[in-house]
């Protein structure tokens, strides 16, 4: 991932620390790995037009990624992005999390609707605000392993289990 990629998402989940940060990773794909070489966030969530409660608007940013707005503005932005020759293919998400708390049905639905088939290529990107400023960068990948995809096709998964 370049250099440039990194400090756009670390500039973009720190501002608006701590509420949840989304946006969207632009790639391609190159001899098996999956290059990241753009990112945008997606549009932030207006507190007037939400539930004034906390909770309600990090539940709005953290489903972000999957919100129709947001899927017709990420198309958007990708085909302006191809208009002026820079890598616009869809290499999955990223969001903002504090002290490691970030696995809950909002990640798994988010990583699902960019991962429907097992061989896409996409990832979710995790980037921790609260550990990186004591000193080290937190920045981690991940995907569903295709048996999960399969389960979560067959709604043999839920968040009790």
């Not at 440039?4 to 949840?20: A, D, E, F, G």
Request: glycine residues 4%; proline residues 4%; charged residues 20%.
């Amino acid at each position: 991932m370049e250099a440039l990629v990194v400090m756009k998402i670390i500039k973009h989940c720190s501002q608006t620390y701590p509420t949840t940060a989304t946006g969207s990773l632009l790639g391609m794909e190159s001899n098996g790995t999956l290059e990241i070489t753009n990112s945008f966030p997606f549009p932030t969530i207006d507190a007037s037009m939400a539930d004034a409660r906390e909770d309600s608007i990090q539940n709005l940013a953290a489903a972000a990624p999957r919100a129709k707005a947001n899927t017709m503005y990420q198309n958007e932005m990708i085909r302006w992005l191809r208009e002026v020759n820079v890598d616009a293919n869809n290499a999955g998400w990223y969001t903002s999390t504090s002290m490691g708390n970030f696995i809950n049905a909002n990640t798994i639905e988010n990583q699902f609707f960019y991962q429907k088939e097992p061989n896409e290529k996409t990832v979710a990107l995790v980037y921790d605000v609260s550990r990186s400023v004591q000193g080290s960068l937190s920045l981690r990948a991940f995907r569903l392993s295709p048996l999960f995809i399969t389960s979560f096709k067959e709604n043999k998964f839920t968040t009790d289990m």
